[in-house]
């Protein structure tokens, strides 16, 4: 079989979470081929990867967003006429109420229309010029063209990419890679599935509500655009993953129908992990965060929490393992730990986790969102207790599901709050006993549920649901 994996934002370009899953995921098929076809901001990333491919990954076509902003006008050639058909889907891709997709492929895919020559033509000057009397009529014509624009012309430009040959497309997001696979679904009439780890939606959502960039009368019409994204992934999806069960039901929230929807839990490789020893004492507690670091992954609220946490317990100690996502943040983190004075945070970076987790006592993660996270189970199946913020489905793998009966194996707060991620951390650090009951229930609790094999046979399961159920529908 000829996988092709749609990826944004993340693999092979960083390490870690979503990344370090997909390195694994791959490594583990050797008997089948992959194209990976990769969504990034800019061609400065050209070829710039963080993994070392297996013999398995046959192409990487890359995409770069940047390379959209230098798309010009045709030359020389008679200007496209869009037909009527055209023009309605366009107006309902602009208000992001969910157009026809196949009209909007064929335009721009087969017909090879270029998405300048419509930016910069009457149709879509008359299409706006309607929505601002409409929609917006006391905010400025100019900052309407460049909103709505800004938010045309990674479509318009992907839309237009080139479709790697393969049996099956499988999107690791919506979003824009959940565009590609669809349309690479149409384009090769090949089947397409969808896997979240997190539920794309409602993390651009969060974005949105707090971004400063996009001013409060455009929010609005950023979240429908994702949202108007993700339908297009649900619809054209024949199976629609996720990681557990709430994530499911948010899925249907967001339009994708129910009958599509399957749970497949994570699983790591846990004999990596299982027979580390307990940490020998050596005057310190020490606390892990296995984390990118991020904006989403919060570790500004870690720092804070540290900081309590140092006045009530001195001996411990914080390590942050893990690459760098974003620099700006990452010299942030840096700077409040210079300017709040506070001792013993370790920035480590990239390393050997499981080697490192024998001089760790317990882990934290103090995301704002996250899907299933893998620094969890490897800390569990370490036999460390975490302490994490609630948030996807961190309170089920901390305290299980309904038919486990191993016990908590740590302890979950609400996310961006210092103070109580303060007090959690500080449980753990004073109750060893604590520790090593919740460590022995994490561990049982991913030896049962979260083990790599099992997963990757539900994957491959659900490769071979979607092939028949395409041939069933007779279209190949």
Known sequence: ?????????????????????????????????????????????????????????????????????????KKGLAKYKFTEEEIAELKKLIACENPSWPILFRTYKTKKVNAVDFLMGEEFLEILLEMCREKYPFVPFAELFHTVRSMLVPMLFLMGQDVPQADIYHAISTGYGGLLGAMGSWSSNKPFIVTEHGI?????????????????????????????????????????????????????????????????????????????????????????????????????TMIYAFVELKAKVPNARLHILGDTDDEDYAKECVELVKQLEVKDIFFVGNTNVPEYLKNIDFTVLSSISEGQPL?????????????????????????????DTFGKAGVYVPPMHAEMLAAGMELLCNRKDVRVSMGKAGRERVKKYYVHTDMIRRYLENYEEALSQWQALDLS
């Open 375 to 403: 620094a969890v189970l490897e800390s569990f199946a370490a036999g460390r207790p975490c302490v994490t913020t609630d948030v996807g489905c961190c309170r089920e793998l901390l305290n299980g599901y309904a038919d």
């Open 200 to 300: 794309y939606t409602r993390e651009r959502e969060e974005e949105i509500l707090r971004a400063k960039w996009v001013p409060p009368y455009f929010k609005q019409q950023w979240i429908s655009l994702f949202h108007m994204l993700s339908q297009c992934a649900y619809n054209y999806a024949v199976t629609v993953t996720s990681l557990f069960p709430r994530a499911a039901e948010t899925q249907i929230e967001l339009g994708c129908p129910p009958y599509k929807c399957r749970v497949i839990r994570n699983g790591i490789h846990i004999e990596n992990f299982i027979n580390i020893p307990p940490k020998e004492d050596n005057g310190y507690i020490d606390i892990a965060a296995i984390v990118r670091l991020s904006p989403i992954k919060d570790i500004k």
């Open 1 to 73: 079989m000829r996988i092709c994996l749609v990826l944004e934002g993340c693999y092979p370009y960083v390490r870690g979470g979503v990344s370090s899953w997909m390195h694994a995921y791959i490594g583990a098929m050797p008997q089948h081929e992959f194209v990976l076809w990769v969504i990034a901001e800019s061609r400065e990333m050209k070829g710039k990867f963080k993994y070392e491919m297996h013999p398995n990954v046959k192409e990487i076509h890359e995409v770069f967003l940047s390379d959209a902003l230098k798309l010009r006008p």
